[in-house]
């Protein structure tokens, strides 16, 4: 009986190991540095704002927390979660007592 198994990953790096996290190789996501195994991708591009309720006021809650359109990417991402749990409460119990 002959071995009819063939290679069904062909990979493409250098060393022929795909799951190498350390083999140099181009990714989606950007550059891979030595010693990294999640890539990193490129930074946004974000105007600074002076303070939290600035960068609400000129970028909007729904742009800077989905697009980072300044530093307070994060900080606006628990504010809209707040919304979102309100709004998700708010009908939850409206339904309570339908």
């Known amino acids: 009986m002959r071995n009819s198994r063939k290679k069904i990953l062909v990979s493409h790096h250098l060393d022929g190991n795909p799951y190498d996290p350390i083999a140099p190789h181009t990714t989606m996501a950007g550059e891979l540095r030595k010693g990294e ?4 991708r490129p930074l946004p591009e ?3 704002a002076g ?7 000129r970028d909007g809650l729904i742009s800077t927390a989905l697009e980072d359109t300044n530093e307070y990417g994060p ?3 628990i ?3 707040m919304v979102v749990a309100t ?3 708010g009908i939850l119990l409206a339904f309570r007592y339908l």
């Open 37 to 40: 195994r999640i890539p990193r």
């Open 79 to 81: 504010l809209l979660l």
């Open 87 to 89: 709004a998700t409460g």
């Open 75 to 77: 900080h606006s991402m």
């Open 51 to 57: 303070n939290l309720a600035a960068g609400l006021k």
């Open 46 to 48: 974000f105007a600074e």
